[in-house]
């Protein structure tokens, strides 16, 4: 079979698995007497085996097998946890996800994984001879250590259920066969053949059950045989051609079963007859031969599709407003009523579909917590992440966008922030570093915040290494407050190779990080006491494809700004406007205000007021103006739609949007606006 069109859903999965296998080992290492997260570890690597394996990335599964083996042995009691296993078990969950990417992009593994194997055995050689010993025992006692004989069946046991659809199958002209298929000793994978086996004889017929059930076949809990019982129109010979043509079989026995006799066949314990009936196995299911069925909770959506329907739901929303503008015109009562459900239904559909954009920022979390476990270790500190709000939601762009700024933050909060054990004693701290990751919703906005308790931002050296480097005159660092130096850390090359990792490790990255989030319309705030920590926070909005926007005229042009970066509208008289080194600026509750002519600014032409102008105070992280406009036309949410790559980066735009008469608005990026401002002040 081409199991290639199935390629992207196992990568999914695969990757889904080895985080799986991450986030358990970091549990393990801190409780390694819990079999449970052992279990979880083995049929996780269980799975990704069996995947692998029928797919066809027969390397893949062989690296795999041997993680599978190491946690069989560790989950049976056969080997003892040690720091060393532990270790191991990591680095080769790092080789697993290496050779896994191999696979996906080149279809091979490129690596190679042979001195991981022989770590891998070597450790599991430590509880063979033990193993050895009791197999030895159970064998001189008369119990056989491994399979039966080679011509013995799996004996036939039914419960009242299977009875009935004997005697249904009989009515409908199926023959039923009991099927015992034995393997050749040794196979690699048991349970990548018998699910051939089960999908070669479903092709034939309906496979009733299994024995034994299909969750031990899928876990390799059986020896070299197995049995299913199957409804089918098909002869024995053909039935047994058909298995014995699959690679690894040795033996297919066959056995008709008669309606008549099953009164003569055991019936099973009352609790599996239950067990079977209402728990149907992953075969019975797969074969559709009536019994209940397990509803997926979860479907897999091609990402382009979701972006394709929120692109449609945004075209809709479009001719909604459009609609709602022409209703304004109608007498007829009925007319306005069916647009005005139709305005609530487009409405509602909306948001749904702005939903399925959002993802949890546990993706993004994740991988966190063996990140931090990984620096530590080679920092030579302890270090406890705690990870809090990981269910908040935020659009999937985002997410995909956020990682990089939050690895940044994380490593400089291990790296620089937090202080060796032995200081952290001296300074009446708990050896024991923290790091807190928190995200939490405000209002129409996302805050991630990554905050630790370690030594904190030392102004005063902020300061120095500012002037130094001639950021700043020793004029202006004089008159800087804390919280204004340490913003300091934000600004482009102020990081340097200089030995003052408290500042300059503080600043690697920084810059890059405040770019990133005002690219996505967000901000970043950092706050730092010297001694007690730093936090940084990390403001975003929950979307950006749909955005409430307060619309303005500036001169014959309409602009969008969007509504989380207005803080309040004024009216301002021509004489409340000074001037102070050239710059107009207001008075706002004694703070300064710079004023913007919006309509110069973006080359409309200039406002003249001769009476009071409305003035949009906005803000962007810490700076703040008023933008000086023609007027108010109110706030509507609209459709952010990208400028064209012809036009280029165009300053001071986010995009454009259509209203609801047809016209084109520009969305105003904030942000930039003040940037430009900033730039052109020092």
């Known amino acids: 079979m081409d199991f290639s069109e199935y390629k992207d859903v196992f990568a999914a999965e695969a990757r889904e698995h080895i985080q799986s296998l991450n986030e358990n080992l970091l549990q393990f290492e801190q409780t390694p007497d819990d079999q449970e997260l052992v279990a979880e570890m083995f049929r996780a690597a269980h799975s990704l085996k069996g995947m692998a394996g029928t797919m066809g990335y027969t390397q893949l599964a062989d690296f795999t097998h041997h993680m599978e083996n190491l946690l069989d042995?560790?989950?049976?009691?056969?080997?003892?946890?040690?720091?060393?296993?532990?270790?191991?078990?990591?680095?080769?969950?790092?080789?697993?996800?290496?050779?896994?990417?191999?696979?996906?992009?080149?279809?091979?593994?490129?690596?190679?994984?042979?001195?991981?194997?022989?770590?891998?055995?070597?450790?599991l050689a430590g509880g063979s001879e033990e193993l050895e010993e009791s197999e030895a025992i159970k064998s001189a006692e008369g119990e056989p250590a491994h399979s039966r004989p080679a011509g013995e069946g799996i004996k036939l046991s039914l419960n009242e259920y299977d009875r009935e659809l004997l005697k249904e199958a009989a009515v409908q002209g199926y023959n039923a066969y009991w099927i015992t298929v034995i393997m050749r000793d040794n196979v690699l994978m048991k349970s990548v053949r018998a699910y051939t086996v089960f999908q070669a004889l479903e092709k034939l017929g309906t496979i009733v059950k299994s024995q034994p059930p299909a969750q031990d076949i899928d876990e390799e809990r059986f020896d070299d045989r197995f049995a299913v019982l199957l409804f089918t129109h098909q002869s024995v010979s053909e039935v047994q051609d058909t298995v014995l043509n699959i690679p690894e079989i040795v033996?297919?026995?066959?056995?008709?079963?008669?309606?008549?006799?099953?009164?003569?066949?055991?019936?099973?314990?009352p609790q599996a007859a239950v067990k079977a009936k209402d728990k149907p196995d992953p075969v019975t299911r797969r074969a559709g031969n009536g019994r209940s069925r397990i509803v997926e909770k979860y479907v897999r959506v091609e990402t382009e599709r979701l972006d394709q329907l929120n692109n449609l739901v945004g075209e809709l929303v479009i001719s909604r407003t459009q609609v709602m503008e022409l209703a304004k015109q109608l007498e007829d009562g009925h007319s306005r009523a069916v647009i005005a459900q139709m305005d609530r239904v487009t409405t509602e559909l909306q948001y749904a579909a702005m939903k399925l954009r959002m993802v949890p920022v546990k993706h993004v979390f994740d991988r966190f917590p063996r990140m931090v476990r990984d620096l530590a270790k080679q920092a030579g500190k302890e270090v406890q992440l705690q990870i809090v709000g990981e269910e908040t939601e935020l659009d999937r762009s985002l997410t995909n966008q956020i990682g990089d700024p939050l690895v940044h933050l994380i490593r400089n909060a291990v790296d620089h922030g937090l202080e060796t054990r032995e200081e952290r004693i001296l300074a009446g701290k708990p050896p024991e570093g923290l790091i807190r990751l928190e995200a939490r919703h405000e209002g129409s906005h996302v805050v991630i915040e990554v905050a630790d308790d370690g030594r904190g931002i030392d102004s005063e050296?902020?300061?120095?290494?500012?002037?130094?480097?001639?950021?700043?005159?020793?004029?202006?660092?004089?008159?800087?407050?804390?919280?204004?130096?340490?913003?300091?850390?934000?600004?482009p090359g102020f990081s340097t190779n200089e030995e003052i990792t408290d500042v300059s490790g503080r600043g690697v990255g920084m810059d890059a990080v405040k770019s990133i989030l005002e690219a996505m319309n967000g901000s970043v705030e950092l706050r730092s006491t010297l001694g007690k920590g730093t936090t940084?926070?990390?403001?975003?909005?929950?979307?950006?494809?749909?955005?409430?926007?307060?619309?303005?005229?500036t001169g014959s042009v309409i602009l969008a700004i969007p509504i989380q970066s207005v803080r309040e509208n004024l009216r301002v008289v021509p004489e409340a406007v000074k001037t102070i080194h050239g710059e107009r600026v207001i008075t706002l509750r004694n703070e300064v205000l710079p004023i913007l002519d919006l309509t110069?600014?973006?080359?409309?032409?200039?406002?003249?007021?001769?009476?009071?102008?409305?003035?949009?105070?906005?803000?962007?992280?810490?700076?703040?103006a008023g933008l000086m406009v023609d007027e108010l036309l109110g706030q509507q949410e609209v459709v952010i739609k990208r400028l064209s790559p012809i036009l280029g980066d165009v300053k001071g735009l986010a995009g454009a949007?259509?209203?609801?008469?047809?016209?084109?608005?520009?969305?105003?990026d904030v942000a930039a606006v003040l940037n430009d401002l900033t730039a052109e002040s020092k």
Not at 84 to 107: A, C, G, H, K
Not at 657 to 668: S, Y
């Open 73 to 123: 042995a560790l989950r049976n009691d056969e080997i003892a946890a040690s720091q060393e296993l532990i270790n191991t078990l990591f680095d080769s969950v790092d080789v697993l996800e290496l050779i896994l990417e191999e696979v996906i992009s080149y279809d091979t593994v490129q690596t190679d994984t042979t001195a991981m194997k022989e770590r891998l055995s070597q450790i």
């Open 251 to 269: 033996q297919v026995m066959v056995t008709e079963v008669e309606a008549e006799d099953t009164a003569s066949v055991p019936e099973e314990e």
């Open 461 to 491: 050296k902020v300061k120095a290494k500012a002037v130094a480097i001639g950021l700043i005159t020793s004029e202006q660092a004089a008159k800087m407050t804390p919280q204004e130096a340490q913003g300091l850390i934000f600004e």
């Open 536 to 553: 940084v926070s990390l403001r975003l909005p929950l979307t950006l494809a749909i955005i409430q926007a307060l619309l303005v005229r």
């Open 600 to 624: 110069r600014l973006l080359g409309f032409g200039a406002i003249t007021h001769e009476g009071g102008m409305p003035v949009i105070v906005v803000e962007a992280g810490a700076m703040k």
């Open 657 to 668: 949007t259509v209203l609801g008469d047809g016209t084109v608005a520009l969305i105003l």
